[in-house]
């Protein structure tokens, strides 16, 4: 593969729907997603239930999920308590949400600047000492922009990348939380992010909100960046960001790349059909996405066929 595609609408898209999709729906539709070829899944995020039912059984989901053969199960932790349970549930990767806006971090898990440094070198120290295996991930919220802050100096984000990997992180990530970015501000923030931290850059997650997600996407590949989370039918966004919605359509996002002679290793037909199992559990819930709505372009060949065919 070419490009990794992250799935999040188990996470970021579901806990942004106020009904909650019964655990056996939630497996169905992870099934459906890995058949047609996606190799890495947020499935859920370790969190109060009280705050997020809807990510009640996120253990339950984890541990279904690494039933699936060369699945990767990718779950988001806010705290040292949570990020625990991940790790004890078995999860590959844990993800925390650290925002580059002070007001944002405050209003999504409650921490100043300080705490959430301290927090994640201590999921690190607590990875290191008992789960070695499982790789910490931190993704940098509100760094292109903040509806509470408005806008977020890139010098800040930069500082934050350092203060993560210092702090022990394996990867760090950028995302558009709020959908403010532009494709000149992504290539030279992703651009910046790999002269400060090198190898330990990671992904992006870009939202749609204002309609530039996918040409972001395209800056993002421009600057190097090989890794991109998007939502099945686009749902999702963040719950403490107001207006913020519109996760990138994975189908849409799949077609992109794969239209660009990049290979993504999924299959598009069943990645669409997948869909149903949304369409089903959820009814009435808004679905997104240009490719599903318009079909496969006559004669679209997959970038893994023309790649085979040259060859």
């Known amino acids: 593969m070419d490009v990794t595609v992250s799935e999040v609408g188990p996470r970021d898209g579901l806990q942004s729907i106020k009904r909650t999709l019964p655990t056996a729906d939630k497996l169905r539709w992870i099934a459906a997603l890995a058949q047609a070829g996606l190799r890495e899944i947020e499935v859920g995020s370790f ?13 339950e989901v ?18 040292l308590r949570y990020a625990t349970m ?14 580059v806006s002070e007001p944002h971090s405050i209003a999504n898990i409650r921490k100043n600047h300080p705490e959430i440094i301290a927090e994640v070198a201590a999921i690190v120290a607590l990875r290191r000492e008992r789960f070695p295996d499982i790789r910490v991930e931190t993704s940098l919220s509100t760094a292109f922009g ?16 350092a203060s993560m990997v210092e702090a022990g992180s394996d ?47 395209v800056a993002a590949l421009d600057a190097g960046i090989t890794t991109f989370d998007s939502s099945q039918g686009g749902i999702g966004g963040c719950p403490y960001a107001p207006g913020a919605t519109g996760n ?8 992109l790349l794969e239209s660009m002679g990049l290979d993504t290793g999924i299959d598009l037909d069943r990645l669409i059909a997948a869909r149903a199992i949304l369409a089903e559990a959820l009814p009435g819930e808004a679905l997104y996405g240009h490719v599903p709505a318009a079909g496969l372009p006559k004669g679209f060949t997959p970038a893994a066929h023309v790649a085979g065919r040259m060859a």
């Open 86 to 99: 991940a790790f004890e549930a078995g999860t590959h990767v844990v993800t925390i949400p650290v925002s």
């Open 171 to 217: 990867t760090i990530n950028l995302a558009d939380t709020v959908g403010y970015a532009n494709p000149a501000q992504v290539k030279r923030l992703f651009t910046r992010l790999r002269a400060e931290v090198g190898d330990k850059t990671g992904g992006a997650h870009l939202h749609n909100t204002r309609g530039q997600g996918l040409a972001n996407v």
């Open 47 to 59: 969190v109060s239930p009280k705050v997020l039912p809807q990510m009640a059984d996120c253990a």
């Open 62 to 79: 984890v541990a279904q999920a690494r039933t699936i053969p060369n699945l990767r199960v990718v779950a988001l932790v806010p705290n």
């Open 146 to 161: 903040c509806t509470i802050q408005g806008i977020v100096p890139e010098d800040d984000v930069l500082r934050m990348a």
């Open 248 to 255: 990138i359509v994975t189908e849409d996002l799949v077609f």
